[in-house]
Every structure is written in structure tokens, then in C-alpha cells.
């Protein structure tokens, strides 16, 4: 059978291309040699089932592995202990490969009469102190029962065993898997379990395990495919591309790669590449789904990633700060150099085509006039950069030159990305660099047509600042092996001189704007 690459449900080496696992295998694998119980909580569909079915064989050598998946329990399973442990048990000699004779009989008895949690510990343990090789709890999707107070006292359970397992044969290790930490579950609960944070999982180590896909790992999967299909794409190339979109999250990786490898009108070029994306991003999926769900179900987040995109503000990080976890907890964001940083390029943009589609901005006038103007800014697939510009300039001033200083310092930015939205829609996409992001600065990347342009837009602060802000773009241009890169400026002085121009700067050339 040929591999492919898969998006819907587990990974399997033996039928799809995937990252080598074995590194962050180990590394969980030192966690488990050492007896510890810990979560595995990332956001959707970063790979948590892939690595527990790989974790599975990985350990079996060693290990006695249970592997259960609280998905599969109904709600009816959770009403009650009795019903938990009937569902709990039946699960167990289903997954387990070896269970001694006389708690085979127990966990059968389990399924057919009415015990307590009690009752099942005390097999469990017996389990374990027979066992010939330390067993190992694997439980996925176990976030999914966390509001369950059937759960709660399994956990409790759990827990006091731990913490007595020198008199109690118990576990060696437990690993629970899922979106939410169970340390963290009032962010699942809004309203009256939020006096409920107290978790008896308090006794579960810090899981520090990137499982995000790194450029080699990236690299590796790539040079497989490539061995099989002969392309002769650049992979390190490639791979260096889809990891700075992508910043390794696991499903956007392979998405991207499943349309350059089954879509006639994407590859593996740049250009291919670059359709992929415009596919990913114009697309429904589970993943964006879920996302744009939260935006609704948590007007706090909404509020601060419009901040963190439009304002220009930094946000530092600090634990306790409501919308910044929950924003965590989803996957939005990352904390780089102790500051919030939208997760991946893919994010940034899918945020700021919701945000700069609503109906009600898409009725502002500067949209509407892109959107009118469209036919003068590209030209056989072109797109003339200096032109968008000089329009922008023109409108720009004449709806908006008569607001201050703090009209243009919170939402300059954001209404040029507004002019631009309708101008590249369909064929280009705009994120923002966030490595230089500041209050006074943000560079804006566009891809359009296979081409890039560098936009840096800033705030007027004098000559000399304005003369390090060129000297930035020109290095940054060197950095992205451009000759010209554009400057918007958005200047507060009533004299000011509004307009378009061309500076020579070294060997690069600037389009510098000012409104």
C-alpha cells in the first residue's frame, strides 16, 4: 500500500509519512523509567493520540502498557461509580494483554454486578503487585470526563495510591492525555465549578516534551517522500517553509503537505506551496472550526488577540491573566522572550481574515474603494505594491486626516491591512513578522503570485528614528534576499508632508509612504 499523508485520526509509519517520533518517544519514556504521572494536554489535533499509540509500543518491552480512550465511554458510563467501574473494567480486559487469572476473574465480576471505586483500586493493585513487568495507565481524551464527579474520585484515587505506593503496589506511571490539563479545568468550567480548583491530579509532573515538528524532523519526513516519488524538490528548502508557516503544528503540517501531494494545482515548489496555503486557509476544517468556536465562547480572548494583532502592543506574560491562558490553553498563542506571540503564521492570518471580514468593517469605506480599485493594483499576476500605496495615501488622508494621535497609533495599522485585504483576497496572503513587532514598528510580509514584499509600518518619531527604521527594513530585505522593501509612515505633525517616493538606501531600494 502506498503512504499518504494523513490528517483524520492516528498516525501509522507502516501507511503514512510522518516525523520520526523516536526522540520525543524518549524523552517521555525517561518520564514513565522514573514512576511519574503527568498530563499530556495540548491543543486539537497536535498529534496527542499519534504519540500515546506510538508511546504504546515504545514501552511495551518493558512495560505492562494500558492504553484506554474516554472517548469511547458514554455519558451513561460516568453517572455513577458503579457505572464507571462496570465500563472501567470491561475496558481493561479488552486492552490489556496480561492480567493474571484471578483479576481476570475479579475485573469479569466487575462488568456484570454493582462495586465501588474502592473495590477496583484494590484489584488494580493486586494487578500490579502480580504483574511481571510495572504497568503503565495510558488514558486518552481523559479531559472529556473532567466534569464528571465519578472522574474526580477516580483521580482522587488515583492520586492516594501514588502517594502511598510504597505500602500499595499501584501504577508505575499514569499519563493522561488532552486538550485541557486537569489542573486547569475551571477554563472548562465558567460558572458554578469554579470553586472546584482543587485537583487531585495536583501530584502530576511538568511535561515539558516539544511536540511541535521541528525543521529536521520536517526535513526527514520529506526526504521519505521524496525517495518515493522522485519530485527532487528542494527539500531543505521546503521544509524551512512549511516549518516558518506552521511553526511545526503537527496538523497544519500535514495538511499542507496532503494538498502538495494529492492537489493537481499545488507541489512541492514555492509556488505550490503558496496554493496549499491559500487552500488551507479559504478552507473548513475541524481544526478552525474549533477555533473560531472558542473566539465565540470566550469574548475575553476575541478582545486580546484583536489587541495583540491590530494595536501594535506587546503583551507580556504573566500567569493568573485570564484571556492569555485560555489563548494557551487553545493553541493561539506562544510565550517567546516572556511576551505573547500569535502561535504560527497560518493563525495570524486566519485571525485577521476573520477580523477584517465582518460585515460591519467590510462596509467601511477604505474597504469598499479597495475593493473598487482592485483592477489598478495587479497586472498579469503581478501586484504593484507602490501603487497600493500611493491610493492608500490618497483615500487614507482624505477620510482619516483630520483624526489624532491616537487614532492612528491604535488603528493605522489595522486599516491599511483593511485596504490590502480585498487587493490580495484569493490569490495572496499578509501576516505580520512578528520578531518585530513593537509598539512603533510591525513589518508586514505579503506573498502574492509566488512574489514577497516587505511593508514596514511605523510612527513618525523624528529623522534620526526614522533614519534606524530604514536601515531595519534594508537589513531586513537582506534577510529575505529582496532588492526593495516598502516604508509606511504614520506621521502626527500638522506639517507633514504626505506622498510617495523612492529612496536609495545602500543597494536597496525603499517606496517610502507617509499619511
Given at each position: 500500500?502506498?503512504?499518504f499523508?494523513?490528517?483524520?485520526?492516528?498516525?501509522?509509519?507502516?501507511?503514512?509519512?510522518?516525523?520520526?517520533?523516536?526522540?520525543?518517544?524518549?524523552?517521555?519514556?525517561?518520564?514513565?523509567?522514573?514512576?511519574?504521572?503527568?498530563?499530556?494536554?495540548?491543543?486539537?489535533?497536535?498529534?496527542?493520540?499519534?504519540?500515546?499509540?506510538?508511546?504504546?509500543?515504545?514501552?511495551?518491552?518493558?512495560y505492562?502498557?494500558?492504553?484506554?480512550?474516554?472517548?469511547?465511554f458514554?455519558?451513561?458510563?460516568?453517572?455513577?461509580?458503579?457505572?464507571?467501574?462496570?465500563?472501567?473494567?470491561?475496558?481493561?480486559?479488552?486492552?490489556?494483554?496480561?492480567?493474571?487469572?484471578?483479576?481476570?476473574?475479579?475485573?469479569?465480576?466487575?462488568?456484570?454486578?454493582n462495586?465501588t471505586?474502592?473495590?477496583?483500586?484494590?484489584?488494580?493493585?493486586?494487578w500490579?503487585?502480580?504483574?511481571?513487568?510495572?504497568?503503565?495507565?495510558?488514558?486518552?481524551?481523559?479531559?472529556?470526563?473532567?466534569?464528571?464527579?465519578v472522574?474526580?474520585?477516580?483521580?482522587?484515587?488515583?492520586r492516594?495510591?501514588?502517594?502511598?505506593?510504597d505500602?500499595?503496589?499501584t501504577?508505575?506511571?499514569?499519563?493522561?492525555?488532552?486538550?485541557?490539563?486537569?489542573?486547569?479545568?475551571?477554563?472548562?468550567?465558567?460558572?458554578?465549578?469554579?470553586?472546584?480548583?482543587?485537583?487531585?491530579?495536583?501530584?502530576?509532573?511538568?511535561?515539558l516534551?516539544d511536540?511541535?515538528?521541528?525543521?529536521?524532523?520536517?526535513?526527514?519526513?520529506?526526504?521519505?517522500?521524496?525517495?518515493?516519488?522522485?519530485?527532487?524538490?528542494?527539500v531543505?528548502?521546503?521544509?524551512?517553509?512549511?516549518?516558518?508557516?506552521?511553526?511545526?503544528?503537527?496538523y497544519?503540517?500535514?495538511?499542507?503537505?496532503?494538498?502538495?501531494?494529492?492537489?493537481?494545482?499545488?507541489?512541492?515548489?514555492?509556488?505550490?506551496f503558496?496554493?496549499?496555503?491559500?487552500?488551507?486557509?479559504?478552507?473548513?476544517?475541524?481544526?478552525?472550526?474549533?477555533?473560531?468556536?472558542?473566539?465565540?465562547?470566550?469574548?475575553?480572548?476575541?478582545?486580546?488577540?484583536?489587541?495583540?494583532?491590530?494595536?501594535?502592543k506587546?503583551?507580556?506574560?504573566?500567569?493568573?491573566?485570564?484571556?492569555?491562558?485560555?489563548?494557551?490553553?487553545?493553541?493561539?498563542?506562544?510565550?517567546?522572550?516572556?511576551?505573547?506571540?500569535?502561535?504560527?503564521?497560518?493563525?495570524?492570518?486566519?485571525?485577521?481574515?476573520?477580523?477584517?471580514?465582518?460585515?460591519?468593517?467590510?462596509?467601511?469605506?477604505l474597504?469598499?474603494?479597495?475593493?473598487?480599485?482592485?483592477p489598478l493594483?495587479?497586472?498579469?499576476?503581478?501586484?504593484?505594491?507602490?501603487?497600493?500605496?500611493?491610493?492608500?495615501?490618497?483615500?487614507?488622508?482624505?477620510?482619516?486626516?483630520?483624526?489624532?494621535?491616537?487614532?492612528?497609533?491604535?488603528e493605522g495599522?489595522?486599516?491599511?491591512?483593511?485596504?490590502?485585504?480585498?487587493?490580495?483576497?484569493?490569490?495572496?496572503?499578509?501576516?505580520?513578522?512578528?520578531?518585530t513587532r513593537?509598539?512603533?514598528?510591525?513589518?508586514?510580509?505579503?506573498d502574492?503570485?509566488?512574489?514577497?514584499?516587505?511593508?514596514?509600518?511605523?510612527?513618525?518619531?523624528?529623522?534620526?528614528?526614522?533614519?534606524?527604521?530604514?536601515?531595519?527594513?534594508?537589513?531586513?530585505?537582506?534577510h529575505?534576499?529582496?532588492?526593495?522593501?516598502?516604508?509606511?509612515?504614520?506621521?502626527?505633525?500638522?506639517?507633514?508632508?504626505?506622498?510617495?517616493?523612492?529612496?536609495?538606501?545602500?543597494?536597496?531600494?525603499?517606496?517610502?509612504?507617509?499619511?
Amino acid at each position: 500500500m502506498n503512504k499518504f499523508f494523513n490528517v483524520s485520526g492516528s498516525c501509522k509509519p507502516s501507511a503514512h509519512y510522518m516525523v520520526d517520533l523516536t526522540q520525543k518517544l524518549t524523552e517521555i519514556k525517561k518520564m514513565v523509567d522514573r514512576g511519574e504521572y503527568f498530563t499530556i494536554n495540548r491543543a486539537r489535533q497536535y498529534g496527542k493520540t499519534t504519540t500515546l499509540h506510538a508511546l504504546r509500543d515504545f514501552l511495551a518491552k518493558e512495560y505492562e502498557v494500558v492504553s484506554l480512550d474516554f472517548q469511547l465511554f458514554s455519558h451513561a458510563n460516568f453517572q455513577n461509580e458503579q457505572a464507571f467501574v462496570t465500563a472501567f473494567s470491561s475496558e481493561l480486559l479488552e486492552c490489556a494483554k496480561e492480567i493474571p487469572q484471578e483479576v481476570q476473574i475479579k475485573l469479569h465480576l466487575f462488568t456484570n454486578s454493582n462495586f465501588t471505586l474502592l473495590s477496583l483500586f484494590r484489584t488494580l493493585s493486586k494487578w500490579c503487585a502480580l504483574s511481571k513487568k510495572p504497568v503503565v495507565l495510558m488514558i486518552d481524551e481523559a479531559d472529556s470526563a473532567a466534569n464528571n464527579q465519578v472522574f474526580l474520585d477516580f483521580l482522587a484515587q488515583l492520586r492516594g495510591y501514588y502517594l502511598n505506593r510504597d505500602q500499595k503496589p499501584t501504577f508505575h506511571s499514569v499519563i493522561l492525555a488532552g486538550v485541557y490539563d486537569i489542573k486547569n479545568r475551571k477554563y472548562k468550567f465558567r460558572t458554578d465549578d469554579y470553586h472546584r480548583e482543587n485537583s487531585p491530579w495536583n501530584i502530576a509532573a511538568d511535561f515539558l516534551v516539544d511536540m511541535s515538528f521541528s525543521t529536521k524532523e520536517i526535513t526527514d519526513m520529506l526526504m521519505e517522500y521524496d525517495k518515493d516519488h522522485r519530485t527532487n524538490m528542494r527539500v531543505a528548502e521546503m521544509s524551512r517553509l512549511i516549518y516558518d508557516y506552521t511553526s511545526g503544528y503537527p496538523y497544519l503540517v500535514s495538511r499542507l503537505c496532503k494538498f502538495m501531494d494529492e492537489r493537481d494545482d499545488c507541489s512541492f515548489t514555492k509556488e505550490g506551496f503558496l496554493s496549499a496555503l491559500r487552500i488551507l486557509l479559504t478552507e473548513s476544517n475541524t481544526l478552525f472550526d474549533s477555533l473560531l468556536q472558542k473566539l465565540k465562547d470566550f469574548p475575553e480572548l476575541d478582545a486580546m488577540l484583536r489587541s495583540l494583532l491590530f494595536t501594535g502592543k506587546e503583551i507580556a506574560y504573566a500567569v493568573g491573566v485570564h484571556s492569555v491562558e485560555i489563548a494557551l490553553l487553545f493553541g493561539f498563542v506562544k510565550i517567546s522572550n516572556n511576551h505573547v506571540q500569535i502561535a504560527n503564521r497560518i493563525f495570524e492570518t486566519l485571525l485577521y481574515n476573520l477580523f477584517l471580514a465582518i460585515p460591519k468593517i467590510q462596509q467601511e469605506t477604505l474597504y469598499n474603494t479597495a475593493q473598487k480599485e482592485k483592477p489598478l493594483f495587479a497586472e498579469n499576476g503581478r501586484l504593484h505594491m507602490t501603487r497600493i500605496l500611493e491610493r492608500f495615501v490618497i483615500h487614507f488622508d482624505a477620510l482619516y486626516g483630520d483624526r489624532g494621535q491616537t487614532f492612528y497609533e491604535e488603528e493605522g495599522r489595522r486599516y491599511f491591512m483593511l485596504f490590502l485585504k480585498p487587493i490580495i483576497n484569493g490569490i495572496g496572503n499578509c501576516y505580520v513578522e512578528a520578531e518585530t513587532r513593537n509598539r512603533e514598528r510591525t513589518d508586514l510580509i505579503v506573498d502574492y503570485g509566488g512574489e514577497q514584499f516587505v511593508i514596514e509600518t511605523k510612527v513618525w518619531h523624528g529623522a534620526a528614528r526614522h533614519r534606524q527604521g530604514e536601515e531595519q527594513l534594508a537589513n531586513y530585505l537582506e534577510h529575505y534576499h529582496l532588492e526593495r522593501g516598502y516604508l509606511l509612515t504614520f506621521n502626527f505633525n500638522q506639517q507633514k508632508e504626505i506622498g510617495v517616493k523612492e529612496v536609495l538606501f545602500g543597494d536597496k531600494v525603499l517606496v517610502e509612504a507617509v499619511v
